[in-house]
């Protein structure tokens, strides 16, 4: 057994691709030295052909990664900061993402956009806080966003080999983490698969990225009083409904911690989703930033913001007492 | 030799051809068969024809918002074409792109693109892909004089000059962004956009298919050769609207004189003068019923079926929720 950074199972699922197909190419801003560490022994490895320093200029390097997709080359562009999307969501949702429909299918765009150090990195302020995964998911592009060293090797692994565009959020709270595991046995991660971290009968919480470690921190806590099950969905586009129906049936409860912004964010999505087609007793609560929130630069501003454990505790707490048909219902 | 592309009559023909198209395309906005209208290409067909002269059939080309001549002159069919702008499941993108986004890989059409500017990096990257693969095939990007106004394009310059993409940089400068004159919004010249980064630039007259033809090879050799990016700036003007739309808005923007003048300067006419009136008229006989099939073909061409919308959403057929739309 090894144990596994998150950052460095990053840094071997690109290595990994490299080494399987000779197309996969990494662009982006510092990536010879490995600024971010993700691409760290890929210029040795693989060479400046391979492996190539952009000049700071976001918008012309994503779409000449749809240019190079469209010729052959299977491209990984690495953004340092999560901001930087802003910056380019025009090549990736209204070119890469557009390019197959809009020609009737006689292309494909296989690029997959990294952000190693998503959301809020402590005090790194307004402009580069931000996790905007929601926006991705809302225009459809394939979006995942990995909370272990397992999931971020298998789905990165799994969108370098996607035939799609797929934006691929490393949240900056996982980077940390580290997990045990057996290097030969890791594996491809499917996009649209969640995956169950702790069952649980009472409450399904959802949990998105780097909230994970809290969702089970927050269940360990309740556990004895409320039997909570953990959802980690691991893509949010494609999402997995069927699972969390699923998951549903067993418990009829849901809340879900996303830190993203409130409205129209992810959260949204899930509880509609849920409250047409699955199996609710309770009405369901999200945990996110504030509505249309600005990460402030002070720590105690900054933490303010992002869904807290407490904050994650209290709607668990809440939605397994509210009030369902004729009556309380309280979870034993 | 009618097979040369560089033979007088064949500039000639695809000329002939672009405005054939162009004429019924309106014609067919009018009659309400093409939704959402055209950005007429009318006048500035010489560009398309003596670039594309001077490419290779496995060269590739981006295209823009007014794309129907760089299309056709690529070696698209003129009938699948007329189809897509028609909205047909037989046009080139089976009625999922239109007339802003027309593509044709086939023929190395990588797509019109309808953000100016939005297709110089993917030229680039196509170009850099290409090269590294080990051929010495080459992308041409085209943009007008709008677009020189855009971050993209001026970054894509860059990238483009520094790695020494085998890009050819065609701006077709038709005088107007929309309704706004070049003059009222690119300062400096489209030339000196590119000579900041070190690409060799030149001011061509786009409306004579031979000049553009030369200029085109020269800026290919090079391209080929490893020398990098050349730009092109093709002087043109456009006769009809900047949208098909503009035929009922009436937008008032220029003189029926200053159109008069820019009319007087017809690449069909210059090209045209140039072959025996002869061979002239047998190439306006046949592309007469070329084109005549071409629009029998969109209009008796059947519509696609509503439950295919999102076909080719994705390449991995991944498709979106069921009672999500698509009816």
């Not at chain 1, 087609?277 to 996110?288: F, N």
């Not at chain 2, 002869?278 to 061409?301: K, P």
Request: aromatic share 6%.
């Amino acid at each position: 057994m090894a144990n596994l950074s998150y950052l460095k199972a990053l840094n071997r699922a690109v290595a990994d691709e490299m080494a399987r197909d000779a197309d996969v190419c990494v662009f982006g801003e510092d990536v010879r030295v490995a600024v971010s560490n993700v691409t760290a022994g890929l210029l040795k490895r693989f060479g400046p052909e391979r492996v190539l320093d952009t000049p700071i200029s976001e918008q012309a390097f994503t779409s000449f990664a749809t240019g190079a997709a469209l010729a052959g080359v299977r491209p990984l562009v690495e953004f340092q900061i999560p901001a930087l999307l802003f910056l380019v969501f025009e090549q990736i949702a209204n070119q890469a993402h557009k390019l197959a429909l809009m020609t009737g299918g006689q292309t494909r765009v296989p690029v997959t956009y990294l952000l190693p150090g998503s959301g809020s990195r402590e005090s790194w302020a307004g402009q580069h806080s931000d996790h905007p995964y929601s926006l991705f998911a809302h225009v459809g592009v394939k979006t995942v966003v990995p909370a272990t060293p397992s999931d971020a090797y298998g789905l990165l692994v799994s969108a370098l080999r996607e035939d799609d565009p797929v934006v691929v959020f490393a949240p900056a709270g996982s980077l940390g983490v580290r997990e045990d595991v057996d290097l030969a046995a890791l594996a491809p991660v499917p996009l649209g698969v969640g995956r169950v971290h702790r069952a649980g009968t009472d409450v399904t919480v959802v949990a998105v990225g780097h909230l994970v470690q809290e969702a089970l921190a927050v269940a360990e806590e309740v556990a004895g009083r409320i039997s909570v099950e953990v959802f980690d969905p691991r893509s949010l586009f494609p999402f997995d409904w069927d699972g969390l129906a699923a998951s549903l049936e067993r418990t009829g409860r849901l809340v879900v911690v996303d830190d993203s912004n409130r409205s129209c964010g992810i959260g949204a999505e899930v509880v509609a989703t849920a409250a047409e087609e699955m199996r609710l007793l309770a009405p369901p609560r999200r945990v996110t930033r504030p509505d249309g929130a600005v990460l402030p630069f002070a720590p105690a501003l900054d933490l303010a913001c992002q869904p807290s454990r407490a904050q994650l505790r209290a709607a668990v707490e809440q939605v397994v007492r509210r009030p369902v048909g004729d009556g309380w219902r309280r979870a034993e | 030799m009618a097979d040369d592309p560089s033979d007088p009559a064949a500039l000639y023909r695809t000329v002939a051809l672009i405005r054939g198209f162009e004429e019924r395309a309106v014609q067919l906005v009018r009659a309400g068969v093409v939704p959402g209208g055209i950005h007429p290409y009318t006048g500035q067909e010489a560009v398309a024809a003596g670039s594309c002269a001077a490419l290779r059939p496995d060269d590739v080309v981006t295209s823009t918002h007014r794309g129907h001549g760089h299309v056709l002159a690529k070696g698209a069919d003129p009938a699948r074409m007329m189809a897509e702008l028609a909205g047909r499941a037989t046009g080139l993108n089976r009625g999922r792109g239109g007339s802003m986004h027309a593509a044709d890989f086939a023929v190395g059409v990588l797509g019109a693109n309808a953000i100016v500017g939005a297709a110089v990096p993917i030229a680039a990257g196509a170009a850099w892909a290409l090269r590294r693969a080990g051929s010495d095939r080459v992308a041409v990007s085209y943009f007008g004089d709008g677009a020189v106004s855009q971050g993209v394009l001026l970054e894509a310059f860059n990238l483009a000059a520094l790695w020494r993409t085998p890009t050819v940089l065609v701006c077709e400068n038709n005088g107007f962004a929309t309704s706004m004159r070049t003059a009222d919004t690119v300062a400096g010249s489209i030339p000196g956009r590119a000579r900041a980064f070190g690409i060799p630039a030149r001011t061509v007259d786009g409306t004579d298919p031979q000049a553009v033809r030369e200029a085109t090879a020269e800026a290919v050799a090079r391209a080929r050769a490893g020398d990098g990016p050349t730009l092109l700036e093709c002087v043109v003007y456009r006769w009809d609207a900047h949208h098909t739309w503009e035929h009922a808005a009436r937008p008032r923007y220029r003189s029926a004189a200053e159109v008069a003048e820019g009319r007087a300067r017809d690449p069909l006419e210059v090209q045209g003068a140039r072959i025996p009136a002869a061979q002239r008229a047998a190439i306006d006989a046949e592309l007469g019923q070329l084109l005549d099939y071409a629009v029998e073909f969109a209009l008796t061409s059947p519509h696609p079926d509503p439950a295919s919308a999102l076909d080719g959403l994705y390449a991995s057929g991944l498709r979106g929720r069921s009672g999500a739309g698509v009816r």
